[in-house]
């Protein structure tokens, strides 16, 4: 197995056993809740967000109980907001991550609340002393992660991609739609790592850069796996953005074409790497697993 498998692994397992703390069953009548709240962040995933918060984190010598903490207060967000966008008000999907969504397993008001609860559990996590001794850390964490999260962020962007099924969005047009929608969440851990790890302005930008570009390469490949992939290997139904009209790169260059642009991103994103040398070989070869990863 390569270096950044058997280390994404391993990271994925820590993420999994803190999210099981952090998600310990609730009694009495939030039993219901947290146990919808498990089903939905629990035991799937490719954990990419707590790897790419660990990764850069681990480039600056962070503990990785510090790190791990970060990555899983992003992964709550990304998980909430698969949750609701199962939902029938939204791409309605029985299936997620090869088993039924929240909202079949439980039923549309449980998704809802348990969406809205991983949303607020996650700045919980941050806003504890455990993630960072220093209060000016967690306060730029959590600023951080409530601009990705919200209007300007990814909740944005789902609102415009909603609306974009019936409008007419240019190549420019998805591109900024992306960067919201899937780029913020995957911009927060870079910048939270470095946050962690006390880096420098120029470092920083450099990480966001690099994150910003695999952010939109990665969701180019989303695009193209949703055309030619498998429900069975993609753990969610295939063929989901033609039916509901959806404004992708690959609608607009085809699957080939929008290949080609994902390729030209990762090796830009690549580049904004070279200042940190052999530090950041894991997050280069990161940016090849974006391009060819199946699911
Ligand atoms: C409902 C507020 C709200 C937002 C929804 C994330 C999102 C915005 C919608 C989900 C649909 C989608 C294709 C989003 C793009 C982001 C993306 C590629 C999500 C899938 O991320 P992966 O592949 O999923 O990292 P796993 O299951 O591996 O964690």
Known sequence: MSLLKTEMALVARS???????????LPGTAARLSAAMRWGTLGGGKRLRPFLAVAVADM?????????????????????????DDLPAMDDSDLRRGRMSVHKKYDDATAILAGDALLTLAFEILADAQTHPDAGVRCSLV???????????????QMTDMYAAHGDFDLDAVAALQKL??????????????LLGGAGTEDIDALDAY?????LAFQIVDDILDVTGEASSLGKPAGQDEQMNKATYVGLLGPDGARQKA????????????????RAALLAELADFVLFRRS
Not at 15 to 25: H, I, Q, T, V
Not at 263 to 278: Q, Y
């Open 15 to 25: 993420a999994e056993a803190a999210l099981d703390r952090f998600l310990s069953p």
């Open 60 to 84: 600056f010598d962070v503990p990785r109980d510090r790190s791990v903490r970060a990555g899983c207060a992003v992964e709550m967000i990304h998980c909430y907001s698969l949750v609701h």
């Open 143 to 157: 600023g951080e992660l409530a601009r990705a999260a919200g209007g300007a962020g990814m909740v944005g962007g």
């Open 181 to 194: 929608k899937t780029g913020a969440l995957i911009r927060f851990p870079a910048i939270a790592g470095g």
């Open 211 to 215: 994150a910003a570009d695999l952010g």
């Open 263 to 278: 390729a030209g991103l990762i090796e830009r994103s690549a580049g904004h790497l070279a200042r940190f040398g052999g």
